[in-house]
C-alpha cells in the first residue's frame, strides 16, 4: 500500500521559513500524483497542494498560494513542501498523502508538526 | 468553519449501528460522487475507509459502508466494537481543485 515517513518539522517565527519533507517507499513513487494535507485541532484537516508524477503542474489551497512551492524528486522518491512566509495559522500537523483515483487519500504519513510562533 | 458539517459526536453500544452524517451543498456533496470517509485514532494518521461514496479498499471490514442522499452523505457502522471508537472525517471533491473535509465527528463505544 505504500509507505510515507515526513521529516522537517518544527518552531519557526512568523514571516519564517521552513521546508518539510516525505520519504516514499514500497510503490512506484514516480506514478503518483502526491499531496500535502495538514490537520489543526481548529480547523480539522485541510488539502494544501498537490502535484502531478512529473512535477510540472502544481495546484494550492488559496490560502498558501504564493507562499508555498510543493515539489517532488521521483529519482529520491521524496516529496517536499517549501513554505515562505508562514504565519500563526499555518501551524499544524502536515500529511503528505498520495492521492487515489477518485479524489481520495489512500496512504498518509505519520504527519510532521510545524509550529509558527514568536 | 469547515465546508462540510458532521455532528461533533456520536454513540453506540457495542454491536449495535451508529451513523454518521456529512452535509454539503450541490456543488460538493450533492454535486459528485467523490465523497470519502477517513478513521483517525488518537496521534496517528487518517486512514481511508470510504471513497467514491460506498466503496470499501481492501482490508477494510463491511461493517463499515458509506451512502448518500442529495447533499448529505452517511457512514453507517454496524457491529459496533471498542476498536471502532476514533474520529471520522468525511471528504468531498467540489470541483476544479477544490477538496473539502468535514470537521470530524468523535465516535464512542459506550
Known amino acids: 500500500e505504500g509507505q510515507l515517513v515526513e521529516s522537517g518539522g518544527g518552531l519557526v517565527q512568523p514571516g519564517g521559513s521552513l521546508r518539510v519533507s516525505c520519504a516514499a517507499s514500497e510503490f512506484t513513487f514516480s506514478t503518483y500524483w502526491m499531496a500535502w494535507v495538514r490537520q489543526t485541532p481548529g480547523k480539522g484537516l485541510e488539502w494544501v497542494a498537490s502535484v502531478n508524477q512529473g512535477g510540472s503542474t502544481q495546484y494550492y489551497v488559496d490560502s498558501v498560494k504564493g507562499r508555498f512551492t510543493i515539489s517532488r524528486d521521483n529519482a529520491k522518491n521524496s516529496l517536499f513542501l517549501q513554505m515562505n512566509s508562514l504565519r500563526v495559522e499555518d501551524t499544524a500537523i502536515y500529511y503528505c498523502a498520495r492521492p487515489g483515483t477518485a479524489y481520495e487519500f489512500d496512504s498518509w504519513g505519520q504527519g510532521t508538526l510545524v509550529t509558527v510562533s514568536s | 468553519q469547515s465546508a462540510l458539517t458532521q455532528p461533533p459526536s456520536a454513540s453506540g453500544s457495542p454491536g449495535q449501528s451508529v451513523t454518521i452524517s456529512c452535509t454539503g451543498t450541490s456543488s460538493d456533496v450533492g454535486g459528485y460522487n467523490y465523497v470519502s470517509w477517513y478513521q483517525q485514532y488518537p496521534g496517528k494518521a487518517p486512514q481511508l475507509l470510504i471513497y467514491?461514496?460506498?466503496q470499501r479498499p481492501s482490508g477494510v471490514p463491511d461493517r463499515f459502508s458509506g451512502s448518500k442522499s442529495g447533499n448529505t452523505a452517511s457512514l453507517t457502522v454496524s457491529g459496533l466494537q471498542a476498536e471502532d471508537e476514533a474520529d471520522y472525517f468525511c471528504?468531498?471533491?467540489?470541483?476544479?481543485?477544490?477538496?473539502?473535509f468535514g470537521g470530524g465527528t468523535k465516535l464512542t463505544v459506550l
Open positions: 471528504s468531498s471533491f467540489a470541483g476544479g481543485t477544490n477538496l473539502f
Open positions: 467514491e461514496v460506498n
